[in-house]
């Protein structure tokens, strides 16, 4: 099984996987922690590159760079732990990609959705989780963080980002579940439990 996390900064992500992953590990489940881009020495050196302040990168290099970073962990880390059995939770996936270079960057949706499965090898996850939050939320939740070259965006950019996110979960609404994670971390995690158990009613939790 394939889930995967999407949000905009400060939306819980990290927290809920890992919240996640021990109630799965509980049940004996294996279970493979990823995290976009990154998780691989290749991946993490883009992931470098794209977060870095030194670089001027437009919108299409970031898009070939987002995506072969996930070509390279998808061939190395998901498709292998998926064909072993394990469960794959993955912090951002090709979700995200769309939602800030297609809505946020005003890339070409349908050119940026063809990258995206290039370099997926057309795996899409079982089920993903867009944990919404506001902007001035976010912005209040990661005023004590450094922020990197994206996280300089801007309010109306992640603001774009976001209803990109709320978009695709229009068009694909048994996939992407909207959880607002506005609320406490007890509340969203109980969110995604139960989203867990009515999708997947054979999967122990």
Do not use: W
């Not at 994670?181 to 999967?203: A, G, M, R, Y």
């Amino acid at each position: 099984m394939f889930i995967t996390f999407e949000g905009i900064d400060g939306s819980g992500k990290s927290t809920q996987i890992r919240l996640i992953t021990e109630v799965l590990q509980k049940h004996g489940y294996s279970v493979k922690v990823l995290r976009e881009p990154g998780s691989t020495e290749f991946s993490e050196k883009i992931r470098e590159i794209l977060l870095s302040k030194q670089f001027d990168i437009d919108a299409t290099t970031e898009l070939l760079l987002f995506n072969a970073a996930r070509s390279h962990l998808v061939k190395h880390e998901i498709a292998p732990a998926l064909d072993k059995g394990s469960i794959v939770l993955c912090d951002r996936f090709f979700d995200s990609t769309t939602a800030y270079q297609g809505y946020g960057r005003k890339l070409n949706i349908d050119d940026v959705t063809k990258v995206n499965h290039i370099a997926s090898g057309g795996l899409k996850p079982d089920i993903t989780f867009f944990l919404d939050i506001s902007i001035p939320t976010s912005t209040k939740r990661t005023e004590d963080m450094e922020s990197d070259r994206i996280e300089e965006s801007g309010d109306t950019f992640f603001e774009k980002v976001r209803q990109g996110f709320l978009e695709i979960a229009r068009q694909e609404p048994e996939r992407l579940i909207v959880i607002s994670s506005e609320s406490s971390i007890d509340e969203t995690h109980s969110k995604i439990i139960h989203v867990l158990k009515q999708k997947f009613p054979n999967l122990k939790l």
